[in-house]
């Protein structure tokens, strides 16, 4: 089986692409480096030991595209390519639009005219907004607050009318919480540019001495010590949920929307504790005020993919840790070498 990984040479998209390849999948890179280095992908084939097929383009291109479906024969693709920071998005939300959902709807019109009718989406905790309760199901009320959230909404929905339109597609939509982790290798991991903003790479650069301190976004939410609560998931999990999601996508008879989650929530406070263990390193931190638009809670109730992809997360925060750090002191500077 043929797979074609759209920003497979991305965090998530790499780890996932070794588990395809060890799996015994053919598989097609598609990437636009916008937010990726080429150093990632020499670092899978070092990992799988086998050169890797890479297509450089973009997914607003039907050129590029056209390009890769009519040189291989693809059965199946995993749309991992977009952006990603909400802060950026609502700076330049029509960037965050075109890429993301007018890129996404590119996708789909040349997947269409080549038969190909299987995506794996990428979409985002983010969906659900504000929840009410915790842990999350997949059927809570849907809300977005920001352009990011707002564009995989639309792409969800955009998702389920080409369904409606056209039965023969098999859709899966996967709402990640907090990816966090690496290849146990410490050669692929995370590399943002620039500051940081997520929690994880933070932590981890102060702890190898990048950064000076952590700023803790509020501590007087309503949780167990006032600091925002997550769902962490290790990549390599979460990769795994998608060849679990492939493997079945056959059989789905109408697309299906499915939290990647641990459905353990962790403090940022916790969550410094842990790397501190794990990394025998102190990150230093202060309390700052609240981020705009945090929420206290968030995590999964990951029971339907265990029902349906026969799918758990197996590692746990320390192992998440563990190998955040070894990727992070092997690679100071990231991809950067
Ligand atoms: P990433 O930025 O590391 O990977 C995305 C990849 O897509 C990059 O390699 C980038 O160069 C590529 N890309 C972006 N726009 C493109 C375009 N127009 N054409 C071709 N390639 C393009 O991000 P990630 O953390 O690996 O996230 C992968 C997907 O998962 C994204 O869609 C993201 O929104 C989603 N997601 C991520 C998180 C998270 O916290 N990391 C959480 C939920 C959902
Ligand atoms: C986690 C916790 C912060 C940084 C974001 C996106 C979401 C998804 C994942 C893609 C919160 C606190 C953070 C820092 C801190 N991405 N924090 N200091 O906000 O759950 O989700 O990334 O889909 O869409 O919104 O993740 O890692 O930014 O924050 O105190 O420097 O850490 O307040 O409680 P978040 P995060």
Not at 40 to 57: F, P
Not at 109 to 137: R, W
Request: glycine share 8%.
């Amino acid at each position: 089986m043929k797979v074609l990984v759209t920003g497979g040479a991305g965090y998530i998209g790499s780890h996932t692409v070794v588990l395809l390849i060890d799996a015994g999948y053919e598989v097609v890179v598609f990437d636009n480096f916008s937010n990726a280095s080429k150093e990632s992908i020499r670092r899978v084939e070092a990992i799988v030991g086998k050169e890797i097929v890479v297509v450089e383009g973009d997914i607003r291109s039907r050129e590029d595209l056209a390009k890769v479906f009519s040189s291989y024969k693809i059965d199946a693709v995993i749309h991992f390519a977009g952006l990603k920071a909400v802060g950026e998005s609502v700076e330049q939300p029509l960037r965050y639009y075109d890429n993301n959902v007018n890129g996404s709807v590119v996708l789909c019109e040349v997947m269409s005219e080549y038969n190909c009718k299987s995506i794996i989406f990428s979409s985002s905790a983010t969906v659900y907004g504000d929840p009410h309760t915790t842990p999350i199901l997949e059927n809570f009320p849907l809300s977005a607050t920001n352009p990011y959230g707002r564009s995989k909404l639309m792409v969800e929905e955009i998702l389920r009318d080409v369904y409606v339109s056209d039965n023969e597609w098999k859709i899966v939509l996967l709402r990640y919480f907090n990816p966090v982790g690496a290849h146990k290798s410490g050669s692929i991991g995370e590399d943002p540019n620039g500051l940081p903003n997520n929690l994880m790479p933070f932590i981890a650069q102060t702890a190898v001495g990048k950064r000076e301190y952590l700023s803790v976004f509020g501590n007087n939410y309503d949780t167990v010590d006032g600091t925002g609560v997550r769902d962490y998931i290790h990549v390599v999990d979460l990769a795994q949920g998608h060849l679990n999601a492939l493997d079945r996508i056959r059989n789905f008879n109408e697309p299906m929307t499915i939290n990647l989650g641990t459905g353990n929530g962790y403090s940022v406070l916790e969550m410094v504790e842990a790397f501190e263990k794990a990394s025998a390193k102190k990150v230093p931190y202060t309390i700052a005020e609240r981020r705009v638009g945090d929420i206290a809670t968030c995590f999964a109730d990951p029971s339907y993919a265990k029902e349906v992809l026969d799918w758990e997360a197996t590692r746990g925060i320390d192992e998440m840790c563990e190998d955040t750090w070894r990727w992070q002191s092997q690679n100071p500077n990231g991809y950067i070498i």
